[in-house]
């Protein structure tokens, strides 16, 4: 099973890594292996979270704000 620091995550998202931090902040992309604690730590993203950032990504030019946080949301319901 894969997994990818912050640092890798939004590399293969090709995203600057304080955007999937304002992600995981906003829950719009939360990390399902392990998710921060505190000022320091890390959190650890598994492949299905990676792919549901590239699904992010790839809405992200097309949909309004509030339909973004909609599909976030059943992300997490899965």
Known sequence: MASYTSKELSF???LP???VSTWAEKQLLCPSIED???CGS???WSE???RQGELLVRLMPIL???LIRE???QFKNE
């Open 17 to 19: 890594e304080r955007t």
């Open 71 to 73: 599909i976030a949301k």
């Open 12 to 14: 293969k998202l090709g």
């Open 48 to 50: 299905n979270d990676f």
């Open 64 to 66: 309004r704000p509030e």
């Open 36 to 38: 921060a604690t505190g």
């Open 42 to 44: 890390m959190r650890i």
